[in-house]
C-alpha cells in the first residue's frame, strides 16, 4: 500500500510544483496590471469603508448614477464562477457573464486594447483576492438609458474591440508606452473631451475635459504650453506618476489622485515603464 501511495504522490508532487510556481508568477504580473489599470479605484467604495473590490461605489454621470460590481472572487455576488474567457469577454467586448452590453462607464473602450497574456494574468491576479458576499447595488440609470440593448447604437457608432496593435516603425518602448497610456492606464477616459453620447473624440486626445468624472474639468495634458503641460519636463511627468505631486508640489487630487495609487504602485514593480508613459505624453500632438 505504501508504496502505491509513494508511486503515485512523488509523479503528482512534480506535476503540481510547476504549475504552482507559474501561478505565483502570474499573480505578481497581475497585481502589476490591476495597479497600473486602476481596477481597485472603481470597484471599491472606499469613501464608505467599503471591503476591497466588493464594489458599490457611485459613479455620478449625465445618465444616471452606476454602483461598480463586486469583482471579488466570491462564488454568488462577485466573479468567482466567471470563466477566463468570460472575463476577457467583459473587458475586451464589454459584456457581462450572459452576453449583457455593459456600459462604458467601465473603461472597456480602453480595456478592450490589453493582450490576452496581460488579461489572464489580471484574472489570475483577481481570482487569488479574498472573496466577498457583498450583492450588487442596482444602477439608477435615467430613462431610456438604463435599457441596455439600446448601447448597440453607442457600439456600431463608437467601439472598436481589439488588442492594440503596435505602431510599425516605433522603438519597442514607444510602443509600450502607447499601451500603457491608452489600454491599461486609459488615460484618455478622463483626459479626452467626450461626444453628446459619451464617446471620446480622440482626434483631441489627452486634451482635456470640461466636464470629467464627478463634473469636474479635467486638465489638458497635452504638450501645448499654454493650456497643457508643455513647461513639463519628461522627469516632471514620472515623478507625478510616481509620487502624485506636480512640479509645483501640488498633490493631484480626485480620479486623478486615485490613480497615481496605482501607478505609484506600478512603479515599485517596474520602474522603467512610467518614463516611457512619459514620453508619449511629452511626444503627443499638442491642443489648445
Ligand atoms: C471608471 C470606473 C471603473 C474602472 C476603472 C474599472 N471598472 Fe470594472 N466596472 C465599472 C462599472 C460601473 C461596471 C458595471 C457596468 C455595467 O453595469 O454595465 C463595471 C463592470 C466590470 C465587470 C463586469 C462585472 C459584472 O458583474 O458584470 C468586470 C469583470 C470588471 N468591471 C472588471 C474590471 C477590471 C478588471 C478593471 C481594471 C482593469 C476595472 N473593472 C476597472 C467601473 C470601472
Ligand atoms: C479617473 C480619471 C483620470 C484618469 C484615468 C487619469 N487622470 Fe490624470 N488627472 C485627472 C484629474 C481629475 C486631474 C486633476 C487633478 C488635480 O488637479 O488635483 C489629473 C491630472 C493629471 C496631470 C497633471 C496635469 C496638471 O496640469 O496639473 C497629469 C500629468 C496627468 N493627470 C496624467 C495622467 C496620465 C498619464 C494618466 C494615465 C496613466 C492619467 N492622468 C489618468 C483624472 C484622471
Excluded at 236 to 258: H, N, R, Y
Aim: charged share 20%; net charge positive; aromatic share 10%.
Amino acid at each position: 500500500m505504501k508504496h502505491w501511495l509513494a508511486a503515485f504522490t512523488v509523479p503528482a508532487i512534480l506535476f503540481v510544483l510547476p504549475a504552482y510556481a507559474a501561478d505565483d508568477a502570474a499573480i505578481a504580473r497581475g497585481a502589476y496590471i490591476f495597479a497600473a489599470a486602476g481596477c481597485g479605484a472603481c470597484h471599491t467604495d472606499v469613501k464608505n469603508h467599503g471591503p476591497p473590490l466588493a464594489g458599490g461605489r457611485a459613479i455620478v454621470t449625465r445618465f444616471g448614477t452606476f454602483y461598480s460590481p463586486n469583482i471579488t472572487p466570491d462564488l454568488v455576488h462577485g466573479i468567482g464562477s466567471w470563466s477566463l474567457g468570460d472575463f476577457r469577454r467583459a473587458l475586451r467586448e464589454g459584456r457581462g457573464r450572459d452576453g449583457t452590453f455593459l456600459y462604458p462607464v467601465f473603461p472597456f473602450d480602453s480595456y478592450t486594447g490589453m493582450s490576452d497574456d496581460d488579461v489572464a494574468d489580471l484574472y489570475a491576479y483577481l481570482m487569488a483576492q479574498p472573496p466577498n458576499p457583498r450583492p450588487d447595488r442596482p444602477s439608477a440609470i435615467r430613462f431610456p438609458f438604463g435599457f441596455r440593448p439600446l448601447l448597440i447604437v453607442w457600439r456600431m457608432l463608437f467601439f472598436h474591440a481589439g488588442p492594440l496593435q503596435p505602431v510599425t516603425g516605433k522603438s519597442a518602448d514607444w510602443n509600450r508606452g502607447r499601451y500603457l497610456a491608452e489600454a491599461v492606464g486609459h488615460c484618455q477616459e478622463c483626459h479626452t473631451p467626450r461626444n453628446f453620447l459619451r464617446s471620446l473624440e480622440r482626434a483631441h486626445g489627452y486634451a482635456g475635459n470640461p466636464r470629467g468624472p464627478d463634473g469636474l474639468r479635467t486638465p489638458n495634458i497635452t504638450p501645448d504650453n499654454d493650456t497643457g503641460i508643455g513647461q513639463w519636463s519628461l522627469g516632471d511627468i514620472e515623478a507625478l506618476l510616481k509620487t502624485g505631486q506636480t512640479p509645483d508640489f501640488d498633490p493631484v487630487g480626485s480620479g486623478m489622485g486615485e490613480m497615481v495609487k496605482g501607478t505609484r504602485a506600478a512603479h515599485r514593480r517596474r520602474p522603467p515603464c512610467h518614463r516611457r508613459l512619459s514620453q508619449i505624453l511629452a511626444a503627443a500632438p499638442r491642443h489648445p
